[in-house]
């Protein structure tokens, strides 16, 4: 069996060192946050379907189940989640873009799938996308944390070397696949509200968006993400004004940030949920920022 049985051609065209584009529903998706990302880059520019992987080896539908469609006259249809892949062509060169479910089963052998097709069209990045949670306020800038392993790719986007140990999703699995290939491999992650956790949060897709679009050369689509912000912060504006210790805790982590406090720490493939200050009411010290995070997931870990 060849490692690419499992991926299944929807169309055949001619891309020329494409960059690989992907994000992953559940443990590295925060808020939906990573995986509207590609949704909205796929929608925005019309992509085109690539490849299926077969979700069969790779699934266990008692965790992520399968969806039931009626369609035209009441016929039953099962959608399986299934990772997909599409393709464009954009300004700074060709895209492939994968989104799906984080597979349940069998890492190795789908990271092979993924490989094979960056192989295939001789890709020249893997970029991966994520969200977690952390103690950050919803009504400031989204903080955007890149990391790499390649000296190049550091320095061209100002990125940070990876010194993550613990715990892992299909992500870094990714990662190791890629630098075992040879192929460069970038991560960009999105703080999202640790108190708005279950709302969808398109501000944070829109920092992911643009800067991935920064990093290969490409405008982002952004007009129908930007037209959700505002609904956005309302909602969750209405949230937070129900409750007087969330009030407080919220203008509490405006003042940190309004004081430059920066979530330009250590992550990978775990939604973090910390409180950067602790039981002190003074601004935390971003010299402290790295240290607090490495020490809450060895704790995590440890349990």
């Given at each position: 069996?060849?490692a690419?049985?499992?991926v299944?051609?929807?169309?055949?065209?001619?891309?020329?060192?494409?960059?690989?584009?992907?994000?992953?529903?559940?443990?590295?998706?925060?808020?939906?946050a990573?995986?509207?990302?590609?949704?909205?880059?796929?929608?925005?520019?019309?992509?085109?379907?690539?490849?299926?992987?077969?979700?069969?080896?790779?699934?266990?539908?008692?965790?992520?189940?399968?969806?039931?469609?009626?369609?035209?006259?009441?016929?039953?249809?099962?959608?399986?989640?299934?990772?997909?892949?599409?393709?464009?062509?954009?300004?700074?060169?060709?895209?492939?873009?994968?989104?799906?479910?984080?597979?349940?089963?069998?890492?190795k052998?789908?990271?092979q799938?993924?490989?094979s097709?960056?192989?295939?069209?001789n890709?020249?990045?893997?970029?991966?996308?994520?969200s977690?949670?952390?103690?950050?306020?919803h009504?400031?800038?989204?903080?955007?944390?890149?990391?790499?392993?390649?000296a190049?790719?550091?320095?061209?986007?100002?990125?940070q070397?990876?010194?993550?140990?613990?715990?892992?999703?299909i992500?870094?699995?990714?990662?190791?696949?890629?630098?075992?290939s040879?192929?460069?491999?970038?991560?960009?992650?999105?703080?999202v509200?640790?108190?708005?956790?279950?709302?969808?949060?398109?501000k944070a897709?829109?920092?992911?968006?643009?800067?991935?679009?920064?990093i290969?050369?490409?405008?982002?689509?952004?007009?129908?993400?930007?037209?959700?912000?505002?609904?956005?912060e309302?909602?969750?504006?209405?949230?937070?004004?129900?409750?007087?210790?969330?009030v407080?805790?919220?203008?509490?982590?405006?003042?940190m940030?309004d004081?430059?406090?920066?979530?330009?720490?250590?992550?990978?493939d775990?939604?973090?949920q910390?409180?950067?200050?602790?039981?002190?009411?003074?601004?935390?010290?971003?010299?402290?920022?790295m240290?607090?995070?490495?020490?809450?997931?060895?704790?995590?870990?440890?349990?």
């Amino acid at each position: 069996m060849s490692a690419i049985d499992h991926v299944r051609w929807l169309t055949k065209p001619s891309l020329k060192n494409p960059t690989l584009i992907t994000a992953f529903t559940g443990w590295n998706d925060a808020a939906d946050a990573a995986s509207n990302a590609v949704r909205n880059l796929i929608e925005g520019w019309g992509a085109t379907a690539l490849a299926e992987i077969d979700p069969e080896p790779f699934t266990d539908y008692a965790t992520v189940r399968p969806h039931v469609r009626l369609k035209d006259g009441g016929k039953r249809n099962i959608v399986w989640p299934t990772v997909g892949l599409w393709h464009v062509n954009g300004a700074g060169g060709d895209i492939i873009l994968a989104l799906g479910p984080e597979p349940s089963l069998r890492w190795k052998l789908f990271s092979q799938q993924i490989i094979s097709v960056a192989e295939h069209f001789n890709s020249s990045l893997l970029l991966t996308l994520g969200s977690l949670l952390a103690d950050v306020p919803h009504s400031r800038p989204v903080q955007i944390i890149g990391t790499a392993t390649d000296a190049d790719l550091i320095e061209r986007f100002d990125l940070q070397r990876s010194r993550y140990e613990g715990p892992v999703g299909i992500v870094s699995v990714l990662h190791d696949t890629f630098d075992e290939s040879s192929i460069p491999s970038a991560s960009l992650w999105a703080a999202v509200p640790a108190y708005a956790s279950q709302v969808p949060s398109p501000k944070a897709s829109l920092a992911l968006m643009r800067r991935a679009c920064e990093i290969i050369g490409t405008p982002a689509p952004l007009a129908t993400v930007m037209n959700l912000i505002e609904r956005y912060e309302e909602q969750i504006d209405s949230l937070v004004k129900d409750d007087d210790d969330l009030v407080a805790y919220v203008e509490r982590l405006e003042t940190m940030t309004d004081n430059g406090m920066s979530l330009d720490d250590e992550v990978d493939d775990n939604q973090l949920q910390f409180d950067f200050a602790g039981d002190s009411d003074e601004p935390a010290d971003p010299s402290n920022l790295m240290d607090e995070v490495e020490q809450f997931l060895r704790e995590q870990n440890g349990n």
